[in-house]
């Protein structure tokens, strides 16, 4: 399993380019993630400021460099700007195992973006890092995320309920799990 994530692996498919979150890249991903949309199934809350989006993106990037996950910001090749992020975290050596989070800014969801994003990050993980596991943590209420992982050959293998820690709620989470080599 490699899990080293230099230089860093640019990845550009038909409508998409993946690549390292940049400062500049601020003002785009404030747009998504102070949109509370972005945040209704996970237990998280909106950017308030700029500078925490700023602050955001070095944490991403200062686990890349510290090999602790890999995330890529999405940016939309018609546009030029960054609509999302998806990346691969927690990951386990001795299962060689990673689990996939991602988030696409509503006004760009229903177009198959991120499907599109989810296999070529899938095709990294198993390709390039050598992962034979990949898992998904998804709300049981967020359809949409459950459609797409079902889309890119995930399976349901288990569920999990979390208290929130922001948000005074139990999150009731579907695992799914997709395995090397399975179509």
Not at 100 to 109: E, I, K, S
Request: proline share 3%.
């Amino acid at each position: 399993m490699r899990i080293n994530f230099y230089p860093f692996p640019s990845i550009e498919t038909a409508n998409l380019k993946l690549r390292r979150l940049q400062l500049s890249d601020a003002d785009d991903l404030f747009s998504l993630r102070s949109d509370p949309r972005v945040h209704e199934h996970t237990d998280t809350r909106p950017d308030s400021s700029l500078e925490e989006t700023k602050n955001y993106i070095k944490a991403m990037n200062r686990g890349i460099d510290e090999h602790v996950w890999i995330l890529w910001g999405i940016e939309h090749r018609a546009t030029g700007r960054v609509i999302g992020t998806i990346c691969i975290w927690n990951l386990k050596t001795e299962q060689e195992s990673g689990e996939v989070g991602y988030t696409l800014h509503p006004r760009f969801q229903g177009q198959g973006l991120m499907q599109e994003a989810l296999l070529a990050v899938m095709d990294y993980g198993f390709s390039s890092m050598g992962l034979r596991v990949l898992e998904a943590h998804t709300e049981k209420r967020n359809l949409r995320s459950r459609a797409l992982l079902q889309r890119c050959g995930f399976a349901e293998v288990g569920q999990e309920v979390e208290q929130g820690e922001y948000k005074d709620r139990l999150f009731r989470m579907i695992v799914y799990r997709r395995c090397k080599g399975r179509e």
